[in-house]
Nanobody
Framework: QVQLVESGGGLVQAGGSLRLSCAAS????????MGWYRRAQGKQRELVAT???????QYADSVKGRFTISRDNAKNTVYLQMNSLKPEDTDVYYC?????????????WGQGTQVTVSS
């Protein structure tokens, strides 16, 4: 099991930057995949970015070139650096961690952090 706590959200003007942090309650070195998702009210949760234990990254097309995901195993923290923010990036951002549970992988979620980008 793992508890995830996001921080770093807030209000920023279009073109600005924010860095989200996701602090885990245990070592993340052995967690294969961690990620960031977002979901506006009434919509399905969508992938923003993921990172593996080998530092392989994946991004949604809408954020490529603007967002960077990274992990610091020593601090048990995953980051999402968000640059050139747009109003359409406004959303609740959730951190995730995939861990084995029995024979399957189970995705743990944080509580979310609100990002609001004003035009």
């Amino acid at each position: 099991q793992v508890q995830l706590v996001e921080s770093g959200g807030g209000l920023v003007q279009a073109g600005g930057s924010l860095r989200l942090s996701c602090a885990a309650s245990r070592s993340i070195a052995s967690i294969n995949t961690m990620g960031w998702y977002r979901r506006a009210q009434g919509k399905q949760r969508e992938l923003v970015a993921t990172i593996t234990s080998g530092d392989t990254t994946q991004y949604a097309d809408s954020v490529k070139g603007r967002f960077t995901i990274s992990r610091d195993n020593a601090k048990n923290t995953v980051y999402l650096q968000m640059n050139s923010l747009k109003p359409e990036d406004t959303d609740v951002y959730y951190c995730s961690a995939d861990l084995p549970r029995g024979r399957d992988l189970f995705r743990y979620w944080g509580q979310g952090t609100q990002v609001t980008v004003s035009s």
